[in-house]
T-cell receptor
Framework: RKEVEQDPGPFNVPEGATVAFNCTYS??????FFWYRQDCRKEPKLLMS???SGNEDGRFTAQLNRASQYISLLIRDSKLSDSATYLC????????????FGSGTRLSIRP | GAGVSQSPRYKVAKRGQDVALRCDPI?????LFWYQQALGQGPEFLTY????????KSGLPSDRFFAERPEGSVSTLKIQRTQQEDSAVYLC?????????????FGPGTRLTVT
């Protein structure tokens, strides 16, 4: 089993829709969680950190469920510019190097 | 301000050739990471530097891969006797330390094609 698993998609939704996807992780000792966004043939960029209490940034909401070992990303009122691959990232411990990226979920927003 | 830069952006090597990939991190960033990203996959960790010290090289796939950061700034990833399976995008990222959020800033990557 992969340490970090994501549904590869693609998710193809109309502009204005709400879309959500999950990411599961296998190591219960994981401490930090993030969502990165990667546009086609570009580098990954941090979208948001995921806190235990959940967090919201505009149209984006991230949640953490430690008991079930998954994190989620919800995008409301989706825009064409949200089309990208969303990478789930899990840090396994206190060392900065123990960072695992998921394979990404592809999202395509259609007009 | 200037972000992370990498050079070359594209590299085509014949199987068996040696290649050197350069990363210029954000000025003042103590942590530097190298990742390998295959098509359709997420970045896979290769190695990590804190200043000039290589603290983790557990992700390097073989002894053909070597990385250095001699002065704690610019880093070079060297691949000797390249093989076709080495074809990938090599991403460099840097981060401030101590890192409260572990946010990493990525460079544009070097796309390596081994023919």
């Amino acid at each position: 089993r992969k340490e970090v698993e994501q549904d590869p998609g693609p998710f193809n939704v109309p502009e204005g829709a709400t879309v959500a996807f999950n990411c599961t992780y296998s190591n219960s000792a994981s401490q930090s969680f993030f969502w990165y966004r990667q546009d086609c043939r570009k580098e990954p960029k941090l979208l948001m950190s995921v806190y235990s209490s959940g967090n919201e940034d505009g149209r984006f909401t991230a949640q953490l469920n430690r008991a079930s070992q998954y994190i989620s990303l919800l995008i409301r009122d989706s825009k064409l510019s949200d089309s990208a691959t969303y990478l789930c990232v899990v840090n396994k411990g206190s060392s900065a190097s123990k960072i695992i990226f998921g394979s990404g979920t592809r999202l395509s927003i259609r007009p | 301000g200037a972000g992370v830069s990498q050079s070359p952006r594209y590299k085509v090597a014949k199987r068996g050739q040696d290649v050197a990939l350069r990363c210029d991190p954000i000025s003042g960033h103590v942590s530097l990471f190298w990742y390998q990203q295959a098509l359709g996959q997420g970045p896979e960790f290769l190695t990590y530097f804190q200043n000039e010290a290589q603290l983790d090289k557990s992700g390097l796939p073989s002894d053909r891969f070597f990385a250095e950061r001699p002065e704690g700034s610019v880093s070079t990833l060297k691949i000797q006797r390249t093989q076709q399976e080495d074809s990938a995008v090599y991403l460099c990222a840097s981060s401030s330390f101590p890192a409260n959020t572990y946010e990493q800033y990525f460079g544009p990557g070097t796309r390596l094609t081994v023919t």
